[in-house]
């Protein structure tokens, strides 16, 4: 609604701080953990490398169990002793956990390469993977500990941001050393570099961690069990399939890493091909994360978790036969998309199911990837112990083509076994996860990609049909987030189109009915607290059923032209992406709420949401109170909705000014009116209307 006057500071920020990186000890922290976080995705490359250095003379096959020794001690530690650390770890100093922590990877670190033998690399390895443990459960939750109180569940995403980004930056590092380490010393590969420079970062980090003042302890530290998590299943029993999924995943995923090193060797690439694999998995991975539900919009969520299991496989049954180096890079990078689409995909499954109940003493309960998490985690740790000896036992097998050789590797073979694999478990995943039996699923992802929610022609209701044959008038409706100036367009546009001779019915959503009123106060007013995002959804949406039943169908029955601020877009965009509900789930409940009607075309106003509600005057309401990060995901979910959809949408910045706006709004509109005369208007309304520059 429009409200003027004098700009106003957003009511989810504390007095004098707009966001967490105006934080300076929280920033410091963040970098400090950056830096630890760089070390510790380093360490894994380099300790896998100095081991098959150190095999260097050995066949295959030893050098595979070697790496592969390696990778089973930096996981056991996370496995089984990470439900020993967290009630530990809550009573010491987070400063001084995370300095010794740095400081002695230092140490270990550093020894390796000065003892230069493999019985002490497999234990440094699980020794540092210890202290990983201790350092990530306080990493997690150390950051929250320096800001008020409203922001810390992001400061916890923040934190967990800083520890996942290095591992891309950690392979391209990884890479270039060994580069530099065969152009400097032209004697084949020299992992100790790798480690020397591992071991300096940590020394940095440990330089980081010191300079910083105290990090106080209000946040608990918490450590789950991934064993028992494993056998108590997900905290959401409905998702059938889910575990499944996240096993095809880690075992794709894990499958390339296990046996990358000896791989990219047989492929002539040595340390550098190594840290090229691992760089094109991690930052497909990091790109997938991000993707992840964004991509296909209203599509299922649970039919696109199998798909991007089945894509994964299908990328490491690819990468397993291929004898390029730069293929099996590229392909790597796509199996790490869609390895990270699906982990977020199944993330945004779990808690789009999440049960809204009390929290429980439990932290894995508390968590909902808790249950992936140890899916994953177990996963990977019998990948690494099971691969490579696969692949020594399989040994590598000649063929004489005709015209060309081809020589199949053990490693080949091992990741064609687990791509296999990983596509059995997707394939049956997708089949339990799916939630649209019976609707095809090349028609399902048609309407996605045309941003709709594919419904068969016999599933429409009847009725809905009638009317829409019926309906002669054209639906407009304005959205955008707060204080972007939809009122203001909205208003302008029904003058103009009045002044032109339409029979125009201005409407708004929430509360355009009776019954909207008093749904609109329920849903707005800041006393209400405690309300479900479940049940807040319903009620948008019983608000919108009302809406469309009693104002905009007769409307459009009669033939006027229907303004709206706001309509099912803002559900997608409030209680989807920034509630965090499956998109998808939304938009099901809206189409049937709505009898499917969906405007004819979408003014989307794009602001910053600082600027938007620094516009508005009245005190802020249940919705415009939530914190930054809620708008922010609003926002985003706007531009995906838009992006999805275009021909629906006219997207305007709306700093522009309002005058300029209006006009363009103008032009569009010209665009989709009736032609010449808007059927049923001058049987309704006995004017012409004459539309004039
Ligand atoms: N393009 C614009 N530039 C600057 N201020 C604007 C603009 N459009 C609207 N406003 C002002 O912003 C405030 C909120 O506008 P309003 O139309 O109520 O937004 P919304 O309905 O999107 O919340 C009002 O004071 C309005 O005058
Ligand atoms: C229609 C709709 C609104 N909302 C929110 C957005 C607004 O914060 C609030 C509507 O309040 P209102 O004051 O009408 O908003 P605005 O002036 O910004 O148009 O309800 C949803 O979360 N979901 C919805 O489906």
């Known amino acids: 609604m429009t409200r003027t006057g004098a700009t106003r500071p957003h009511p989810a920020a504390p007095p004098g701080v707009s966001s967490l990186s105006s934080i300076r000890p929280f920033r410091r922290l963040w970098i400090a953990l950056s830096v630890s976080g760089l070390g510790h995705w380093l360490s894994v490359p380099a300790l896998t490398a100095m081991a098959a250095t150190l095999t260097r003379g050995d066949d295959a ?116 050393v060994a580069l530099i380490a065969k152009g400097a010393f032209g004697e084949g590969d020299r992992a100790d570099l790798a480690l020397y420079v591992t071991a300096g970062v940590f020394l940095a980090a440990t330089a980081g961690v010191a300079a910083l003042g105290e990090v106080p302890g209000s946040e608990p530290v918490e450590t789950f069990s991934p064993v028992k998590t494993l056998f108590q299943g997900p ?48 930052s497909g991975l990091g790109f997938g994360l991000f993707l992840g539900p964004r991509v296909l919009g209203p599509f299922s969520r649970r039919r696109l978790l199998g798909l991007a299991v089945i894509a994964a496989a299908l990328a490491l049954v690819v990468v397993s036969l291929v004898q390029n180096l730069v293929v099996v890079a590229f392909v790597t990078a796509f199996l790490g998309v869609a390895a990270g689409a699906a982990w977020s995909t199944a993330s945004a499954v779990l808690a789009g199911d999440e049960p809204s109940d009390e929290p429980s003493d439990d932290p894995a309960q508390n968590r909902p990837d808790a249950f992936p998490r140890s899916v994953a985690l177990v996963t990977a740790l019998v990948v690494a112990a099971a691969v490579p000896p696969l692949a020594g036992v399989i040994g590598s097998r000649h063929y004489d083509l005709g015209d060309g050789d081809y020589d199949f590797q053990g490693t080949g073979a091992a990741m064609l076994i687990a791509g296999l694999l990983a596509l059995l478990a997707g394939l049956v995943a997708f089949r339990r996860l799916d939630d649209r039996h019976g609707i095809p699923l090349v028609a399902d992802l048609r309407a ?80 209400t607290t405690g309300l479900s995002s479940r049940a807040e959804s319903l009620l948008y949406a019983a608000d919108r059923a009302d809406h469309v039943a009693n104002v905009i169908r007769p409307a459009m029955e009669r033939g006027s032209i229907v303004v709206s601020d706001r309509y099912v877009d803002s559900s997608l965009a409030y209680q989807g992406y920034g509630r965090e509900q499956p998109v998808e789930d939304i938009a099901r409940v809206n189409d049937w709420a709505t009898g499917g009607l969906i405007p004819d075309l979408t003014v989307l106003l794009e602001v910053p949401p600082r600027t938007g509600l620094g516009r508005l005057s009245a005190p802020a309401d249940r919705i415009e109170s939530e914190p930054d990060e809620f708008h922010e995901r609003v926002r985003a979910g706007f531009h995906a909705l838009a992006e999805a959809e275009p021909e629906r949408y006219l997207v305007l910045d709306a700093s522009r000014p309002q005058g300029e706006l209006s006009r363009e709004i103008q032009y569009r509109i010209r665009e989709i009116l009736p032609d010449p005369i808007p059927a049923g208007t001058e049987d309704v309304t006995s004017t012409f209307p004459i539309i004039t520059d």
């Open 448 to 527: 996605a990609l045309q941003g709709r929610v594919y419904t068969p022609p016999e599933q429409a209701a009847p009725e809905d049909r009638r009317v829409a044959r019926r309906e002669r008038g054209v639906f407009i409706a304005f959205e955008g987030g707060e204080g972007a100036g939809k009122t203001t367009q909205a208003r302008l546009a029904a003058i103009w189109l009045r002044d032109h001779g339409y029979d125009v019915v201005a409407t708004q959503e929430p509360g355009a009915t009776k019954i909207g009123m008093r749904l609109r106060a329920m849903l707005l007013d800041r006393e």
């Open 235 to 282: 905290r959401v029993p409905g998702v059938r399939g889910l575990g499944l999924a996240v096993v095809g995943v880690a075992l794709a995923a894990g499958a390339v890493v296990a046996v990358a090193r000896v791989h990219t060797g047989h492929l002539g690439g040595g340390d550098a091909g190594y840290g090229a694999v691992l760089t094109g998995l991690t």
């Open 61 to 176: 096959a030893a050098r595979a169990q070697a790496v592969g020794g390696v990778l089973v001690a930096l996981l056991v530690p996370a496995v089984l002793l990470a439900p020993l650390a967290g009630a530990a770890l809550s009573r010491l100093d987070r400063r001084l956990t995370l300095l010794v922590a740095d400081a002695l990877r230092f140490l270990i670190v550093l020894s390796v390469p000065l003892l230069d033998a493999l019985p002490w690399t497999f234990a440094a390895a699980f020794l540092v993977a210890c202290v990983s443990v201790a350092w990530s459960a306080v990493a997690a939750t150390a950051p929250a500990g320096l800001v008020p109180a409203e922001l810390r569940p992001a400061a916890r995403r923040s934190a967990a941001r800083a520890m996942c980004w290095p591992a891309p930056v950690a392979a391209v590092v990884f890479a270039f």
